[in-house]
């Protein structure tokens, strides 16, 4: 059986540090919808902190009653999962459109778990009782699946992601917030019989690792801003590398294009930012540093689909290439199929490829 108190100091520092973080979150960016949906997050954790001092294991000086907030603090602390990958989606998936399935599953999960709290605690479900534990079963997977797509997108893009901050962020943060929130999942929904709240040692570990976390977190946004913290991580890093080779090529944005725009060096498939610094002799975090403050891009990849729609679009545009496939003109650009190419054109032409060729011909 844990200590009550050191429990109790636990659950208290938990709760005021993710209060604290999404209340710092909201301040810096509050237009943000990332910071919003973290303050949801933020919300629904603490519910479920303040939950787990409902228990009977709980000494009676420390224990809080909210039975009659069971039906909301149920529902909505499922809906961590989901809306934990929502933030994942909008911060390393800047651009893309979020997947309609996913949000329809998600939506879904949430109507059902509603349906299934209300039945459970109607006297009159008791004939539905195996139909309902099958049902919370489906959905316990569902949130084990959200949180997979959340650590997928994290990790997702690292190597093409131009921010460093936001590359440290990915690791240092986010995946270890994924990866404890699948555990308490897993472990609440399918290890722990009753859930935590019926499992003293199991809750006090729960607790325990939510606090460190979050306390953790809170200390890093308080001791550094990210730019300082990937700032001294680049330094050590640097250190370790072998010196540049003399004759080391630099560029502006001017001689930069024309090399890599002019030699079409962008056309070549599954290019990345490791190849391309290998072809412009050029040390990687040096390149990365380059296209992201003097072009502008967040992303390789974003530049990449910069130049190639451009390309695309001019292809398109000559009437020579009346009837030439998109597809072909699509392959000649360097993507490897048409999804990307017609996903990437929407978004920086604002219509298909085959809209786009019309109306630059309609004049010929």
Known sequence: ????????????????????????????????NSARVFGLIAFFVVLYLLNGMTADHIEPQFQLDLSSWDFF??????????????????????GEKFPLTLGAAFGLQILLDAVIEFLSLSDGAATSVGTLNMLSTALD?????????????????????????RRILRWFIISVQGTLIFAVVFIENFLLAGGSGSNATEQA?????????????????????????????????????????????????????????????YREAGLTISMLA??????????????????GFRNFNAMLHQYRIED?????SDGENRNLPVLTIALSVGYQSITPFNNAFREIKGVTPSEYRKKMQQGD
């Open 1 to 32: 059986m844990p200590n009550p108190l050191l429990l109790f100091a636990a659950q208290i520092v938990a709760i005021f540090s993710v209060i604290l973080l999404a209340a710092g979150y909201l301040k810096t960016d509050p237009k943000a």
């Open 73 to 94: 603090i149920t529902v909505g602390t499922n809906t961590i999962p989901g809306l934990f990958m929502i933030y994942c989606f909008l911060i390393f998936q800047e």
């Open 141 to 165: 997977v569902l949130m084990l699946l959200f949180v997979g797509f959340a650590i997928y997108w994290t990790l997702k893009g690292w190597r093409a992601d131009l921010v460093a901050d």
């Open 205 to 265: 570990v729960i607790v325990f690792s939510i606090a460190l976390l979050t306390f953790g977190m809170l200390l890093i946004a308080l001791r550094f801003d990210f730019v300082s913290l990937s700032y001294v991580i680049r330094k050590v890093t640097e250190l370790t590398e072998d010196r540049e080779e003399e004759g080391a090529v630099t560029f502006d944005a001017e001689s930069f294009n024309k090399v890599f725009k002019d030699g079409q060096l």
């Open 278 to 295: 290998k072809k412009l002799k050029m040390p990687e975090y040096r390149l990365r540093a380059f296209i992201h403050k003097q072009l």
């Open 312 to 316: 695309a679009g001019n292809a398109l």
